[in-house]
């Protein structure tokens, strides 16, 4: 009992001498380097116990090969039988509407509704060499009644979004294209009350260490999550996973 208290009196000491010594006056550019370097080894570590025979897997690749997404996407429709029902299309982070324009037109279930959220003003912070503002695009214009866009920041428009509508109704894709931290933890998030087995999540970044792939490591921990991965694509920048 002695002992357990002196270490814990030692452990008081020695943090509050390390907080009154102020190190990130003298170390605070490690902390950026480490925060990298931490997170890589995390991805790392993850690719390493992923299946690469048994699903649609390309690692390891020298050549990134963008339009291999469409492959995923439709690796994913054959895979877990899309085609047979209507589902929910959720896109966070739109842009031009490449991918949402795609999912329309390769599921054509009447009933199946598609929604894309986006500021369509660019990033709302910076990202890697992008700045804040980078990417802005104007709503697309698609004719299919089916879709919906949302403009406007995530969490500003996405609350009254689930307050709306019925997204237990349908099997959903989310399809992950905010390409931020923030933005696409955000979006899990929300989602998460919502998230039934079946369905879908696609990440568009997922192999960028302090974006996407930290925000689905922290958010799969916080929500004790274990998502079962489809699919992976260009040494998994682009990847699928099913909730079950």
Known sequence: MKISKLIRKANS??????????????????QPV?????????????MSRQEKKTILNDFFQTRRDYNKRY?????????????????????????AGHSIKWWAEHI????????????????????GTFSKGDMNSRI??????????????FQESVPNFIRDK???QHRKVIHLD??????????LTSMAPLLQPGDILLFDE?????????????FTESYYISPKLMGAVNNYLQVAFMIH
């Open 206 to 218: 997922f192999n960028v260490p302090n974006h996407e792939f930290l925000a689905f490591k922290m």
């Open 71 to 95: 492959q995923l996407y439709q690796y994913v429709i054959d895979t877990a039988g899309l085609k047979e029902a209507p589902i929910q299309f959720i896109e966070f982070g739109v842009s």
């Open 13 to 30: 000491f020695i943090k509050n001498l390390f907080f009154g010594c102020r190190p990130h006056i003298f170390l605070g550019w490690l």
């Open 140 to 153: 697309p214009q698609i004719d299919d009644e089916r879709i919906t866009f949302v403009k406007g920041l």
């Open 108 to 127: 054509c279930h009447p009933d199946s509704r598609f929604f894309g959220f986006d500021t369509f003003e660019g990033l709302p912070e910076n990202w």
């Open 34 to 46: 480490m925060f990298l370097v931490s997170n890589s080894l995390s991805l790392s570590k993850w």
């Open 166 to 168: 019925n997204l237990r």
């Open 178 to 187: 905010a390409d931020l931290f923030s933005s696409t933890l955000y979006a």
